[in-house]
């Protein structure tokens, strides 16, 4: 059983740039949820999928952030114009289901903007 | 409302004893509070988790005291070893996000 993976696992991007990073979770789980990692600091949420929509975005910074999961699996996180403020892990976590409560991270994706 | 507050940031630990790291949290409505262990360069690891209709689980060498009259919950890992080293984070919340703690990095030396 393979566990939550992403890709890349590192990105160096330009400021202003546009980058997506690519999640794919554990199969068979339909729930979904993307965190930022400051360096020092605990995954902070940022939004939370269940099947393909998503049920709560409240943690998403801006509007340059953006996240989708067309077909109810694998989940891109897309940053647009992107700032040196953006830098940090991103992480993906998979759970069973809506009224699961154990989340299983994958190895994030380390973001740099220069 | 949100948040988890950890303490201690950093601990140091003799190996074969007992590691202790504390968290309180504000929000009534969570409903599970779970600990991640994170190695560098990985991503965190579900180590032990409670609900609060208990007052204490035990897995292992790693427990959870759960205090829901104080809104607090603490980490003790018993017989600690080297392997242990790692960050540390408590988190509360529900079935649609977690809220973390800031971490506690625990060092066990020989």
């Known amino acids: 059983g393979a566990g939550v993976s992403q890709t890349p696992s590192n990105k160096v991007t330009e400021k202003g740039k546009y980058v997506e990073l690519r999640c794919d979770p554990i199969s068979g789980h339909t729930a979904l949820y993307w965190y930022r990692q400051s360096l020092g600091q605990g995954p902070e949420f940022l939004i939370y999928?269940?099947?393909?929509?998503?049920?709560?975005d409240s943690g998403l910074p801006n509007d340059r952030f953006f996240a989708v999961r067309p077909e109810g699996s694998v989940s891109t996180l897309k940053i647009q114009r992107t700032e040196r403020g953006d830098s940090a892990v991103y992480l993906c976590a998979s759970s069973l289901g809506a009224t699961a409560y154990e989340q299983y991270f994958g190895p994030g994706t380390r973001l740099t903007v220069t | 409302q949100q948040q988890v507050k950890q303490s201690p940031q950093s601990l140091i630990v003799q190996k074969g004893g007992i590691s202790i790291i504390n968290c309180a949290y504000e929000?009534?409505?969570?409903?599970?509070f779970p600990w991640y262990q994170q190695f560098p360069g990985k991503g965190p690891a579900l180590l032990i988790a409670?609900?609060?209709?208990?007052s204490e689980k035990k897995e292992g060498r790693f427990t959870i005291s759960f205090n829901k009259s104080a809104k607090q919950f603490s980490l003790h890992i018993m017989d600690s070893q080297p392997g242990d080293s790692a960050t540390y984070f408590c988190?509360?919340?529900?079935?649609?996000?977690?809220?973390f703690g800031t971490g506690t990095r625990l060092q066990v030396f020989p």
């Open positions: 999928f269940q099947g393909t929509g998503a049920a709560d």
């Open positions: 409670i609900r609060p209709d208990v």
């Open positions: 988190a509360g919340g529900r079935t649609d996000k977690l809220i």
């Open positions: 929000n009534t409505a969570f409903d599970y």
